[in-house]
């Protein structure tokens, strides 16, 4: 046996990752030029408004990022700018290890990984810039692949997390219940159990910012601001409409002319739960603001790997599928 095969394997295998490193920094540097040039901020949730504390709820409960630029030595709009870089860096190594979960073949889960580079613009340009908006959808992947694979633990740290970050991890709650009830057909005390603890975690990270801001002004209701009539009337007219459309890069297209190929329960799952978080943006979110969709690219990105799996190599999906823990 030669002994330069493995000597092959190890540079074909350190070149991959070195074009991956490359192309994920470019990427990153690319997106943050994009994010400081096509964003606006919210004068009310300033980077010193937030990072002092002083910004007005709902925005100031999301406190995770203002608290770590707070950490740093620099002034907060260098320093959430730099955790930013460092949260889409993170991403791409997140998406794709999440798409490892799904994939059997390696190299196709880093070249779908590529899908995420595409996106990001079309949801977190020309729009209002705010820190939690890309760690939020960092958090989304990696607790997405702590709940594939069960890996509680993990799971529970990161949702923690996640929340002290934004609000909206109600997200994969409904994932895991819609996969414990229409796939799994888990035992409902052990889904019962899961949903009362994150329920119960939610509220107490929740409560813990309503008072510890309370003296914060408050936008809105301070928890939310109800927007349903005016998300209506902003659905009616044709531009807004047409806007909302070019939503992840018109992606969906392909997910509705192909969605037989999305046979994976835990991304139906995941679809399904982010159709029911649409419905409740309709009602508290800004329906042009294309950047509130951003935590439904993780699941995007995993159907559009089936889709894509089915169509370049046309064999059962499930001999592409890796068995998760």
């Not at 994920?24 to 540097?29: D, E, N």
Request: glycine letters at 4%; proline letters at 6%; one cysteine or more.
């Amino acid at each position: 046996r030669s002994p330069a095969k493995p000597v092959m394997k190890e540079n074909a295998a350190l070149r991959k990752e070195t074009a991956f490193l490359v192309f994920t920094l470019l990427a990153s540097l690319h997106f943050a030029f994009l994010r400081a040039t096509q964003t606006f901020t919210y004068a009310a949730a300033s980077p010193e408004a937030l990072v002092s504390g002083q910004a007005p709820t709902p925005y100031q409960y999301r406190v995770l990022m203002p608290l770590a630029a707070h950490a740093l030595p620099l002034p907060p709009a260098e320093a959430l700018r730099l955790l930013e870089f460092s949260a889409t860096l993170g991403l791409f190594y997140a998406t794709r290890a999440l798409l490892r979960a799904f994939l059997a073949n390696d190299n196709q889960a880093m070249l779908l990984t590529l899908a995420v580079a595409y996106i990001l613009p079309f949801n977190f340009t020309n729009t209002f810039h705010y820190p939690w908006d890309i760690t939020s959808l960092l958090f989304t992947t990696l607790c997405l692949l702590a709940l594939r694979r069960q890996a509680w633990g993990w799971y529970y740290l990161l949702f923690i997390i996640a929340t002290f970050n934004r609000e909206t991890t109600y997200l994969l709650t409904l994932t895991q219940v819609f996969y414990a009830l229409f796939f799994l057909k888990t035992p409902l005390p052990h889904l019962v159990k899961h949903v009362l603890a994150q329920a119960s975690l939610w509220l107490a990270i929740k409560t813990g910012l309503f008072f510890a801001f309370r003296h914060n002004p408050a936008q809105g209701l301070g928890l939310f601001e109800v927007q349903l009539l005016r998300n209506l009337q902003q659905l009616s007219q044709p531009g807004i409409f047409l806007l909302v459309l070019r939503n992840w890069g018109m992606v969906w297209v392909f997910l509705l002319l192909w969605h037989k190929h999305i046979q994976d329960a835990f991304i139906r799952s995941a679809l399904l739960a982010g159709m029911t978080q649409m419905l409740i943006l309709l009602t508290v979110g800004i329906v042009e603001e294309m950047r509130i969709y951003g935590e439904l690219i993780p699941a995007l990105v995993l159907a559009l790997s089936q889709v894509t799996a089915a169509i370049v190599s046309p064999q059962p999906q499930e001999t592409q599928r890796r068995s998760h823990v």
